[in-house]
Each structure stands twice: as structure tokens, then as C-alpha cells.
């Protein structure tokens, strides 16, 4: 055989192999409005870059008739490539082969992957689109999940770990995107349960559909399963490659800064915020008064939406945006929303993201429902990840700064490297009506005209205590700062502590609340 | 896809805010104090058997009907010496959780 013969015979494997599940599997795919697993990856990353590892490996399964079927690639494709030129790792399941399924083959191409990726300290990608376990290889294939989960926890907090499901991830499938730091779903691909609808059913008899079970948009909204929710694959890749621009390849790095861009001129912040602590706002528009060009790449935008997360850019830095929103629940605290902001917190503080924290909020929610779903120990947990967090943390307090919701929202007893407070802001135990209703109580109960001496007593309250210069005479606030001046105080605080550095007692781990 | 919300107040420690509700907060369940003359399911599934009519008096600990989930037989028992007052259940019925399966009341 000649050399020429030789590369012609490899890529005629190559091309049998790339094929997948065949014409008809890739077309059933196409009509199920999805994208195949190679598709998928080409659209994600940078023209020409992909390469792919472990074409040719095959299972050894034996039983059930598995001996003689021929699964291209094992259902999974794996390899390395850039997105925006940044290294990446990506595996991709393949749906047109035998389902997607998982089987032991199947698991160590991803393993292997998962492992080039911790080693060479670059992002992971998984596109998960998966039928779950291949029943007909057992244990093995149980085998093969615990050994993806346990990469995943060993990979948290060193290189950034991104879940997207494109297809059914079912089972304990979906553990693993639960243990990465990102999981992107798009509307009617998605689907992630745990016991599938007609399981329910037969059991319980609850009747459901599989969107309204585990659709993209349950996920997005209700669970807090996912971070990023899209109507189509390709917004979704859009997303992706945005996060990418956002993030540092591993914790020994820092995000990639990029030029340095004024915000768009556009309403000013003053304008946007109502002196009048209970009239709302849209708290994105002043973040967005604040980032380079305006932008600001939101987080969990529909779970908990009474508390915003995401990145934006200040001087070209990433920094990471923790703020409550008045326009959704007054933006109080609850369960979700705590939630919410503590794993993002925890995640900025891993990746060397400094934290922008904004505050106007009156408080917790209040309701039975909060106090039995535990938003003591879901509330802690906020507490847990600002007092943790290292990075550069400043704060400014816009208008509500009441009670427990004051200490949470990344006050200077939690260590905030910085907090300024606009003079809008009232810092106090609670709201100016609760307080006097308690301070009170006796002389407005014996008050000729009750509901008079309430206001009056209101009002004495506000002006005493509901302001910013009771918290400003202790030190607990650096600086009462005119509302145009946040973006360069901001600025200003990021700067001088680009050279942050704390240590924390040493420790195997803490035990955060959760 | 998502739908922009009304304004609505919401009250926080005496301040009436002016603010949307969320989804979860607008589907929340209201708490109710437990009624114990209500026997509500606490498991859904089908009832195989009820040894009890309306207006027997029953004795603390005896079985009133078995309700079969997840395989398991579960007996359903009166929890203090008294009456039934209605059975909302018929034998062979499937009942989702928290369904009202009997009505009792105590002795005098």
C-alpha cells in the first residue's frame, strides 16, 4: 500500500465515522429542529479550530446484542478549539447514535477531555443531548456518570465549567450540569428531569408534559437550573461566546480586559431613581449608566428576578454586578434571590472578578411560605459568601438599607472594601412606618388623632434615622457621594485595589449553609 | 416567552411598596392551620378499602381506610375517640395529595 492509499483509507473511516447515526438518524434530528452534534460545535467555535480526539474509539460491551453494533464515536464527540481565540475543551453528545446514550466508552471520551481541560487549565464545554444511561452496559455506565460528576467537583472553582443542554438530560444525567457553573438552555430543546412525566404519572398520578415538567423555561424561571435561556441554538452559542469575553480561563487568571469605553450617553442615573423609596425602578438601567458602553451581560435573569446578577465592564475590567431590583418584590430577600446571589458571589470570588454591589431593598420577605421553605438557612448563605469573598467588594447604597437586608447586601461589617451612600439612602434598623409603629406605639395608641400622630412620628423617624449620615458618623459608609459621581468612585475603588490581598484562617474548607 | 407585569403594592414591615410580583410569588400556597377533623391524603394514590360509615363512632387508633401508593398499603387511623361526619372518598378512587378523604369530629 502506498502512502496516498494509506490517507485515502483514513479518510474514508473519518467521514463513515462522521457520519454518526447515518442519513436518517441526522435528518430525524433536523426535523426534531435540532442541530446535530458536530454542527453544534462548528457554529460555537472559531472557524477551522476544532479538533477532535477519539474518533475512532469503540465500546466493548458484550450483552444484549450489543456485541455487534457499531456506535460511531460512542454517541459523544470530543476536542479542544477557540472561541474568540481563547483555548477551550468541548465534548458534544451525539443524539443520532444510539440516543446519545452513556455508556462506558462513551463516558471516558468525556473524562479524558474533562481532564485535558483541568490539566491545561482552559473552560470546559459540554453540550449534553442524551437519552441517559445505556441500560444494556449496566453498571459500567453508571460507573461512567460517578466518574464525570467527580471531575466535575474537582474542576470547580479552577477552570470555568459550561453546561448546554440541547436535547433530553434526564436522570442522573443531570447532575452534571447541576455541578458546573453554567447551564444555557434553549425553549423546546431543552429538557431536564430528574423522573420523567410518565413515571410521575404511573406512580403519583400527577399528569404532566415534559415542557411544563422540565422545559427550558421551568428551568429558567422556577427551578434556578439555568443560568442563560434562549429561543434558539444560535442565540444560544451567541450567549456562550459572549460569557466566554466575560470570564478568565482558569482562577490563576484574570479576565481578559478589554479597551476602555465611557457608558452610552442615555438617561442620567439621577433621573432614573425616584427619591421616593417606594416607587420602583428598573435597577438595569443604572447598572447599565455605569458599565463600559453601557453593557451588562445579566445572569439568572428570570429565576428570583427581585435581585440581578451578571457581568459588565468598569475600565475594561470585568466586574461582576450583584444589585436589588425594586421593580420585582420591592427587591427584597428571599429564598431564591439569596440563593442567587450567593452562588455568583462565590463564583467571582473563585474566578479573581472584583464585586459591584447596589442596594436599595427594604428588607425579607415576609410570608410563611419563606420561613418553611428555610430562608434562615437560604438567607445565611449570602452572608456566607460575601464575608468569604476576597475579591475587591465595593458598595453603594442607593436608597433602601433597612435591617438584616443592610447587613447582607455586602455592608463593611461583612468587609466591603468600600461602601458609599447616596444621600437618598436610609440606612436603619427597619423601614421609617415599622419603627414608629414600634418606637411608638403608646402615644400614638393614646393620640386624640391616632393616624396623625402615626405620620408625625413618621416623619420625626425619617428625618433622624432614615438617612445616610447616622451610618456615615460611625464609619460603617465611606462617603456620602452625589449620585453622578458613582461610575468614577466606583472606578476610583477598583483601582486602588487592583492589589487586594486578605487572608483567610486557614482551613481544609468552611461549611457554608447549603 | 416572558410577559412584562403590572404594578402592585406590596407591604414590608408597614412601607407599601409599589412593585411587580414574580411568577413563584403569585403561584405561592396560602397557609392553613391544620384542621385535625379533616383527614386530608398526604400521599396521592388509590383507595382500596374503606371499614368506616358516616356517623359510626370510632375509636382512637382504628383503621378508617387503606390508601395504596408507591406500592405500599397505607392505613389510614383515627386519631382520637369520636365520629365520622362524611367520607369524600369511594373505594377503587385514585386521589392526588392533600385531597380531602374524610370528615371527623371528636367524642364529647
Known amino acids: 500500500m502506498s502512502l496516498r492509499s494509506n490517507v485515502l483509507d483514513l479518510r474514508k473511516r473519518r467521514k463513515e465515522v462522521q457520519m454518526g447515526g447515518g442519513e436518517k438518524a441526522m435528518e430525524k434530528q433536523a426535523k426534531m429542529g435540532k442541530l446535530n452534534a458536530r454542527e453544534r460545535i462548528l457554529a460555537l467555535l472559531d472557524k477551522n479550530s476544532f479538533h477532535e480526539y477519539d474518533l475512532f474509539v469503540e465500546h466493548s460491551a458484550k450483552d444484549f446484542g450489543m456485541e455487534s453494533k457499531v456506535l460511531h464515536g460512542d454517541g459523544v464527540i470530543i476536542g479542544t478549539g477557540t472561541i474568540d481565540g481563547k483555548p477551550i475543551c468541548i465534548f458534544a453528545q451525539d443524539f443520532t447514535v444510539e440516543g446519545g446514550s452513556l455508556g462506558l466508552a462513551h463516558a471516558r471520551k468525556i473524562t479524558k477531555i474533562m481532564d485535558h481541560a483541568l490539566k491545561m487549565r482552559v473552560p470546559l464545554i459540554g453540550i449534553n443531548d442524551s437519552g441517559g444511561a445505556r441500560i444494556q452496559e449496566g453498571v459500567n455506565s453508571l460507573a461512567g456518570y460517578g466518574e464525570i460528576f467527580f471531575r466535575n467537583t474537582l474542576a470547580s472553582g479552577v477552570i470555568p465549567q459550561i453546561s448546554v443542554i440541547l436535547g433530553p438530560c434526564a436522570g442522573g444525567a443531570v447532575y452534571s450540569p447541576a455541578l458546573t457553573d453554567f447551564v444555557f438552555v434553549v425553549e423546546n430543546i431543552s429538557k431536564m428531569f430528574i423522573t420523567g412525566p410518565s413515571v410521575i404519572k404511573s406512580v403519583l398520578g400527577e399528569e404532566i408534559s415534559m415542557e411544563e415538567l422540565g422545559g427550558a423555561r421551568v428551568h429558567a424561571e422556577i427551578t434556578g437550573n439555568a443560568h442563560f435561556y434562549a429561543t434558539t441554538e444560535q442565540e444560544c452559542f451567541e450567549q456562550i461566546k459572549t460569557l466566554i469575553s466575560y470570564i478568565p480561563r482558569s482562577n490563576s487568571k484574570k479576565a481578559m480586559p478589554y479597551p476602555i469605553k465611557a457608558p452610552l450617553k442615555g438617561k442620567k442615573i439621577e433621573e432614573i431613581v425616584p427619591v421616593d423609596p417606594r416607587i420602583p425602578y428598573d435597577m438595569r438601567d443604572v447598572i447599565k449608566t455605569l458599565t463600559d458602553s453601557s453593557e451588562f451581560f445579566e445572569v439568572m435573569e428570570h429565576f428570583a428576578p427581585n435581585i440581578i446578577i451578571g457581568f459588565g465592564r468598569l475600565d475594561g475590567e470585568t466586574t461582576g454586578f450583584v444589585a436589588n431590583q425594586p421593580m420585582v418584590l420591592a427587591g427584597v430577600l428571599d429564598c431564591d434571590s439569596s440563593d442567587k446571589a450567593a452562588r455568583f458571589i462565590r463564583y467571582c470570588d473563585a474566578f479573581n472578578i472584583p464585586i459591584v454591589t447596589l442596594e436599595d431593598l427594604p428588607g425579607y420577605l415576609p410570608g410563611v411560605d419563606q420561613e418553611h421553605a428555610g430562608v434562615i438557612r437560604h438567607g445565611a448563605k449570602i452572608l456566607y459568601a460575601y464575608s468569604e469573598a476576597t475579591v475587591p467588594k465595593v458598595t453603594v447604597i442607593l436608597r433602601k438599607a433597612y435591617g438584616g437586608g443592610y447587613i447582607a447586601m455586602n455592608s463593611r461589617h461583612l468587609r466591603a472594601d468600600f461602601v458609599f451612600a447616596w444621600p437618598t439612602a436610609e440606612i436603619a434598623v427597619m423601614g421609617p412606618e415599622g419603627a414608629a409603629n414600634i418606637i411608638f406605639r403608646k402615644e400614638i395608641a393614646e393620640a386624640e388623632n391616632p393616624e396623625e400622630m402615626r405620620q408625625q412620628k413618621i416623619k420625626e423617624y425619617k428625618e433622624k434615622f432614615a438617612n445616610p449620615y447616622v451610618a456615615a458618623s460611625q464609619g460603617y459608609i465611606d462617603e456620602v457621594i452625589e449620585p453622578k459621581e458613582t461610575r468614577s468612585r466606583i472606578l476610583h475603588a477598583m483601582k486602588v485595589s487592583e492589589n487586594k490581598s486578605v487572608y483567610l484562617p486557614s482551613k481544609k474548607h468552611g461549611i457554608p449553609p447549603f | ?108
Open chain 2, 1 to 108: 416567552m416572558f410577559e412584562k407585569k403590572e404594578l402592585r403594592e406590596l407591604v414590608i414591615q408597614g412601607g407599601v411598596y409599589m412593585t411587580q410580583y414574580s411568577r413563584k410569588f403569585e403561584e405561592r400556597v396560602s397557609w392553613e392551620a391544620p384542621d385535625e377533623n379533616k383527614l386530608y391524603s398526604f400521599i396521592p394514590g388509590t383507595i382500596i378499602d374503606i371499614f368506616v360509615k358516616p356517623k359510626q363512632k370510632v375509636k382512637e387508633g382504628e383503621t378508617l381506610l387503606l390508601l395504596e401508593a408507591m406500592k405500599m398499603q397505607n392505613q389510614v387511623r383515627m386519631p382520637f375517640d369520636g365520629e365520622i361526619v362524611q367520607i369524600h372518598v369511594k373505594k377503587n378512587e385514585v386521589i392526588p395529595n392533600r385531597f380531602l378523604m374524610i370528615e371527623i369530629k371528636p367524642k364529647k
